[in-house]
């Protein structure tokens, strides 16, 4: 091959090394290259999430000598769920960590998480998220252009609202709740008598202060820490969904890791998930006592519970097809052999 012909694939391969996204050139070898990473989140930065996201950002660039280095925003300053997952395709942005609930308009199976009362504990949902199932589901996210690194965890989720105590599904009767932007959940509060309305999480503190919506749900944490109490008088322990998070990085940027800095990256998602996890979970128990002091908290009787889990079945049936018969049955099967010998 002629030296002019060279000299052009060189200057070509440093011009993508060079303006290639998320990338810093710090001259000399590709071992003294830099990476730069840009991670969004929605919840703010007193978030289990947010120091979370401390943490991992603490090991991938200590771990790297700098040579990762990572930018870290909250409260939705770069968009909400589904414009970050989009930016980290078009490769504007490096990492986020939405809820499964916005997946599902990308990746249909990721419905099967948010099925209402579908995990009847954190062990058991750790279980299935950390076994094969929930590798498979990572992996579903490369087809999309993103790299689905490991679960973290949102947390059961509980209704508030500023209108009245809720006890049973009658009491939910034509309540504007706001949900997740997901066919699912706006279906399963239908079955339980609401009047849902889709809307990305930026929006809604204004929205309930408003008046636009009633109502909302979310985990303990979120609902305290994101100050919902301001315009939320009661809360409903109803648990009706376990919410993982998923912790993300955009496929083309992850391909373009050199492995060292991959296996870096996958590691401290490993040892970050045990650290959201344990950090998410205290935070869940702490701030509904603080709830207690400032928010009607109805604690549902075991029958009560029934009546909510009894209105929402029939959404197992209407989405065993769109989330897919088998993976429905497969995780089905897991949670009940966990629970039997558990
Ligand atoms: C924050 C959201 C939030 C979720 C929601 O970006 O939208 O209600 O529970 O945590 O992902």
Redesign the pocket.
Known sequence: MNRRIIRTLVALCIMVALFAPGTVFAGGASETQTYRITAG???NDRSAQYESLEFFKELVESRSNGRIQMELFHS?QLGD?REMMEALQRGEQEMTC??TAPIAPFVPEFAVFDLPFLFPSYEAADHVLDSHIGQSMLDKLSDVGIKGLVFWE?GYRHLTNSARAVRTPADVRGMRVRT?ENPLHLDAWRAMGANPTPMA?GELFSAMQQRVVDGQE?PWG?IYLQNFPEVQGYATDTGHIY?PFVLMIGKGYWDRLPADLQKIVMDAAIESRTFNRELNRRYNEEYLEQLRDVMTVVELTPQQRQQFQDAVQPIYRQYASVVGEELLRSVTAMIDEFMANN
């Open positions: 989140i929605g919840l939705s769920d939405p809820s949102n997740m999480f979310n979120t919410s």
